[in-house]
């Protein structure tokens, strides 16, 4: 079985701790600081799952653009942002599949990615 893949779209680096979490639960990842780089990794492979932090410039219009690409609405979208700030809001009313607060824990990010991809297999599961 191939490695379910992420793209983290973050303003930094990812967390060691983070990255190591996820790499421990078999997630192969990628990371860009850059909206249009991402849009352009999104183009040139599969990926299962985009991780956006929601202070990235431009995040909910990068998010509107990922759900207007046909090929890429089986991709998950999970953003990560400050709570009380709009940005769930904005982010979700933009097409994300779900949201965790910042500062994240790393296995609560870990629950939190395999609970969207689970929740968007089964949807797709059901539609076939």
Request: charged share 25%.
């Amino acid at each position: 079985m191939q490695p379910r893949r992420i793209l983290v779209v973050a303003e930094g680096p990812i967390s060691d701790s983070i990255r190591q979490a996820l790499e421990q639960r078999g997630f192969d990842i990628g990371a860009t600081d850059n909206p249009a780089k991402a849009l352009q990794k999104l183009s040139e492979s599969e990926l299962d799952l985009i991780l956006i932090d929601l202070e990235v410039a431009q995040a909910a219009e990068f998010i509107r653009k990922v759900r207007n690409i046909s090929s890429l609405r089986g991709t998950s979208v999970l953003a990560i942002g400050e709570w009380g700030s709009g940005q769930p809001t904005v982010a979700l009313a933009a097409g994300a599949d779900a949201y965790e607060p910042a500062p994240i824990d790393p296995e609560r990010l870990v629950d939190a990615v395999q609970r969207v991809l689970h929740k968007r297999a089964a949807a797709v599961g059901m539609n076939d």
